[in-house]
């Protein structure tokens, strides 16, 4: 990992660095402006789903996760930068202590206008007890993971979960005004029968439907090639019996999207595999220990907690970050049957 030595901009003042055309100030080595910044505030979950966790993790200790101060600091610092989008993730966000506390002080950059949106991936557990509090801070819109609506089959794949709290918390999050969109990985020996009804079942909410091709990230106790379900596939036969329109529709990750005429829903497809989507990417990830990783298939690594706990300045934080996107990557390396995942950390590590 490299550890480059090089602040809420109303907590901290920090040195104006606007570009005078107010063009990216974030631009990696292969001219891709990053504008957009998912932030893990734990590596936690109340969750153990089967693509993403070891069924018996070692979560971190406090002392190396990062203090909501810090998380603020560092995404304030890239919202000064020119972020324009903010995602927090974990883990699971929502278990992380005094999490509300930190959308709130970070909502302050959608009132100024620096920030176009604030919005998080929840497996939607405690979405019911925090919906109204989200959308009152000004949080429009977020993802939550589903992938199946049978209680047996969603408490296999999450080891335990209760599917009954989840359908609750999508149901509060959209009764507070906010939109959702239901990801579903796509599990060919669990659910892909499953993907039509589930897909239906979004779009008669009134949310949008995005499938995800499994990743090799981490070890698990699953075998991944056994998992994997080609979106291409998938794609083909939903065509054999309803219209998919392709829409230029893009919320600034990497979903391509289609209106299913029949519904009149949203489904996206996110592809890493069959598809990659590494020509346009604009996003890198903050860990909860303060590691920037600006490719989520490669062990590209920069320490940024080790600047910021070394009494770094405003400057030093900057050009730590400026170091970390030069080095950027043009792609990933994913390939479902290698012998060993792409990268060694967890999905629940890197942030969802």
Not at 116 to 129: F, I, M, P, R, S
Not at 232 to 246: A, C, I, K, M, N
């Amino acid at each position: 990992m490299r550890s480059l030595s090089a602040t809420p901009s109303e907590a901290y003042p920090m040195e104006d660095m606007t570009s005078p055309d107010d063009s990216p100030r974030l631009i990696d080595g292969f001219g891709r402006a990053v504008t957009y910044l998912r932030v893990s505030v734990t590596d936690r979950c109340d969750l153990r789903c089967v693509y993403c966790m070891a069924e018996h993790m070692t979560f971190l200790p406090k002392a190396q996760v990062l203090t909501l101060e810090e998380l603020d600091r560092l995404a304030s610092t890239f919202v000064d930068l020119g972020v324009r989008k903010l995602r927090l993730t974990g883990g699971e966000p929502l278990v992380r202590k005094g999490i509300m506390e930190l959308v709130e002080n970070l909502s302050r950059h959608l009132k100024s206008g620096a920030l176009d949106e604030l919005t998080l991936t929840t497996n939607g557990t405690q979405l019911a007890q925090h919906a109204d509090r989200l959308a009152a801070l000004g949080v429009k819109r977020i993802n939550v993971s589903l992938d199946t609506l049978k209680p047996d089959l969603f408490r296999r794949l999450t080891r335990g979960g209760d599917v009954a709290k989840v359908i609750g918390g999508i149901d509060a999050a959209l009764a507070a005004g906010i939109q959702v969109k239901i990801n579903a990985v796509a599990l060919k020996r669990d659910n892909a029968a499953e993907l039509p009804g589930l897909i239906q079942w979004a779009h008669a909410r009134g949310c949008d439907m995005t499938l995800i091709e499994t990743m090799p990230l981490g070890e698990i106790d699953e075998d991944r090639t056994d998992q994997f379900l080609s979106l291409r596939d998938v794609r083909r036969e939903l065509s054999s019996y309803w219209t998919l329109t392709d829409l230029a529709y893009a919320t600034g990750g990497p979903a391509r999207y289609a209106k299913v005429e029949e519904t009149g829903g949203r489904l996206g497809f996110i592809t890493p595999l069959s598809h990659n989507f590494c020509e346009a990417c604009n996003r890198v990830r903050l860990t909860c220990t303060g590691t920037l990783h600006t490719c989520l298939g490669r062990d590209d690594a920069s320490d940024l907690r080790a600047v910021l706990r070394g009494g770094a300045t405003d400057g030093e934080l900057v050009a730590a970050i400026h170091a970390a996107i030069g080095s950027k990557p043009k792609g990933h390396d994913f390939q479902v049957d290698a012998p060993r995942p792409a990268v060694a950390r967890h999905m629940s590590t890197t942030g969802g």
